[in-house]
């Protein structure tokens, strides 16, 4: 990009498995030049940084909180601190905008890798692998950008001499070349991770998926028919040939965050964020903070479950939840470390329609007894794990017993999904040795945390960023992508088939009978009458809960300000249409000083 100096990479390193293998290893280069990729070892590791700076934005804190905050699935927690993001109040082009200059430095070493790369001596196969990738990663940060920002710089030439000039092209050109880029990679990348690309590189069913959905929002955009029909067919493709790519649905929910399926035949694409140190920018034992290109993802919904699960903990006068007492619950590596950043919108509405309602349970969960989803996305039970002794006569106990804590037996905390009358201290009548918080005591303190990303790995460092990869597309988005292509397409029956397909997977429980599943998946069947943008938007929520897609969702489906007004109440009085579009970074319009300005996106 002509206002952005070439890329300074740190050093062309990159890991594309889930192990500590090098695919390359170069000495660093302060800047790249034409001269660099005349080798296969320079076009890789062109390719190597990129793949490498994607892992300093996806699992990162500032980037998460881009992607998901000021939506319907998240609020903030009470160390969120009270940012722009959640409430676009004071949203502005000084806050906004983490990954900007990295895509577009990205984008320019991609454009060197296509441009001096397909005269490098290899072996053809070799090359079409390599210019693949590059095609494939440039459509995926304009993707990305074009998304978010709407108009951008488009370039596709590599750029030597830096400017202090700089233009944005329509979003229409931006698809054109994306949608471009995608056909020609989906054409020459292998069916399944191939060396060096090895681990959930792109593969030709990554590519095609990310095909589909730029299809499915320039659809949106312009409501063009046909590119509905692209984006279904295509998703038709991918389920079709699933076998030839070894991909496929877990048949349990829940096996899709287990760590060891990390690589597994659900997962389409990761960061990696393996355990060599080197690769995960930290010190084992350092307690790494945001701000690096680390994975914290397990932390950033995890609630301070050490300094709020006081065992005599009560709720006052007013209805509130009040802790007090030892807490029954120290730190350790199963439950995460707390950063209480966001949480789910669990908040009731106050007036309207909706009033007593909130968007958790009300309105994304439903059917909980029925859909694993939510047991599978959410602690909601902790185990105590330290013995803590409580007298009868202590301070806020009302249970009038005493009583010692036994660790891994006893619960320190369960949040249940429904009321529980005696709460916190009593289940009806009966002592609790911990406490139950039911949603009337949920706050910005305490409330069910995510558990998809979580980490046990850690150990004794717990507190590290996780090793795990940062999944940024599943086997379940194709169907998900798919059914909203075909109800925009108007074909509701196609649409309510895939959309059971992901449904009925969410029904199979392990510890049910095979009777016992049927009848569950069957009580999760809809009908085509059923699917409507609501409903895909919010099954949408079940299935991705915190995958990084929900502010792009509702974007695309032109949703976000309506569904913020109807379910975020910390946002609904300033979020406007003007916030479809984030706002560009002041650094960019800054260092553009050379003929007509760069423009600001409207409203900010």
Known sequence: MKSIKILITAALIASFSSGCEKVLEEHPQSQIVPTYFNSPSGVLGGIAGVYNDIRGQWGTEGFTVEMQAGTDEFIQGVNGGGGPAYTYNGLNSSNFGAAWGVAFQDINTLNGVLQYGATIDLPEATRKQYLAQAKFLRAFWYFYLVQTWGDVPLHTEFIT???????RQPAAEVYELIIKDLTEAAADLPNQPTAPFLGKAATKPVAQLLLAKAYLTRGWLNNTASDFTQA?????????????????????????????????????????????????????????????????????????????????????????????????????????????????????????????KNYFLDQAFTNRNVDSRYNNSFYTVYISNTAVKNEANATNNLRGISYTTVPGVDTAVWLPDYE??????????????????????????????????????RGANFNDPSTRPVVLYRFSDVYMTGAEAYFKAGNNIKAAALINVVRQRAAFKKTNSTAENAAAATALTITPAQVTLDFILDERSREFFGEWQRWHDLVRTRSLVRRVQEWNQEAATYVKDFNMLRPIPQTQIDRVVEGP????????
């Open 232 to 356: 279904a067919t295509i998703c038709d493709d991918i389920i079709a040939k699933k076998g030839d790519y070894a991909l496929d649905l877990w048949q349990d929910y829940g096996d899709a965050f287990v760590p060891a399926n990390d690589y597994g035949k659900e997962t389409m694409f990761v960061s990696d964020h393996v355990l060599d140190p080197k690769y995960g920018y930290y010190q084992v034992g350092g307690q790494a903070g945001g701000g690096a290109a680390q994975n914290l993802s397990p932390w950033f919904t995890n609630w301070n479950y050490p300094n709020n699960s006081g065992i005599n903990s009560i709720k006052n006068a007013a209805g509130a939840f009040v802790h007090s007492g030892t807490s029954g619950m120290l730190r350790d590596s199963y439950y995460g470390r707390p950063y209480v950043r966001m949480r789910p919108n669990s908040d009731k509405i106050a007036t309207g329609p909706r009033a007593g």
């Open 161 to 167: 001499v830096p400017s202090q000039a700089a233009s």
């Open 420 to 457: 529980v009358p005696g709460a916190p201290q009593f289940v009806g009548n009966r002592p609790f040795k911990g406490i139950v918080v039911p949603p009337s005591l949920w706050n910005n303190s305490i409330f069910p945390a995510l558990k998809k990303f979580m980490d046990p790995s």
């Open 597 to 604: 300005k760069f423009p600001q996106n409207s409203g900010y």
